[in-house]
Structures are given as structure tokens and as C-alpha cells.
């Protein structure tokens, strides 16, 4: 199945900015939209945002102006830049493709975002 894996997080202070990446070794970001989710300890699994194949986005509102979700169809990537950073984005972010209605492939291992001081 689709494969894909995410990169970039780290540990950060509030107000710094992180860029995460999700790679896939196949051409699927021109076929398929692109989502990012994210899920804190004790949480519920959430959108963050979304991107579909001509390029219309969306936000969650706890995100929206200081996320930004993107794509590179050539470089096989999706990107999710992350600015202004706040404690309550400390989360496991994960990556998913959705044809249609339908999230493809599987959760993957995500990667840990920590803002703090």
C-alpha cells in the first residue's frame, strides 16, 4: 500500500517555527489530496489541514495563519510549515493521502513536535 513517511519534528520554543515533510518514493501528491493530522497524549486524532490535487486548502482554526500545508508534486512531497509555535501544538503529526473520501494506506510512526520553554 501507500507508504509514507514524515520528518521533521524536533523540540522547540513557543514562538519558533518547524517545517515538516512527508515523503512517498511513488508520484502520488499530483493523483491524490494530502492531509496532515495530529494527536496529543489523551487526545483525539485531528485534522490539521488539507490540500487537495489543484491546490485548495484548509485549516484547522487553532492553526489557521500560522500553518501552512503545501505540496511539491515533482519532489514527491507534502510540507506542513509550522510558525508561531504554541504549547498546544505539542503533538504527534502525522501524514495521509485521501482519494476521495478515503484515507489511503495507513497511520505511520508520524513524528513528535514538542514547543517548549
Known amino acids: 500500500q501507500v507508504q509514507l513517511v514524515e520528518s521533521g519534528g524536533g523540540l522547540v520554543q513557543p514562538g519558533g517555527s518547524l517545517r515538516l515533510s512527508c515523503a512517498n518514493s511513488?508520484?502520488?501528491?499530483?493523483?491524490?489530496?494530502m492531509t496532515w493530522y495530529r494527536q496529543a497524549p489523551g487526545k483525539q486524532r485531528e485534522l490539521v489541514a488539507a490540500?487537495?490535487?489543484?491546490?485548495?486548502?484548509n485549516y484547522a482554526d487553532s492553526v489557521k495563519g500560522r500553518f501552512t500545508i503545501s505540496r511539491d508534486n515533482a519532489k514527491n512531497t507534502l510540507y506542513l510549515q509550522m510558525n508561531s509555535l504554541k504549547p498546544e501544538d505539542t503533538a504527534v503529526y502525522y501524514c495521509?493521502?485521501?482519494?476521495?473520501?478515503?484515507?489511503?494506506?495507513?497511520w505511520g510512526q508520524g513524528t513528535q513536535v514538542t514547543v517548549s520553554s
Open positions: 495521509r493521502a485521501r482519494d476521495g473520501g478515503i484515507l489511503i494506506g495507513s
Open positions: 490540500i487537495t490535487t489543484d491546490g485548495t486548502t
Open positions: 511513488r508520484s502520488i501528491f499530483s493523483i491524490y489530496a
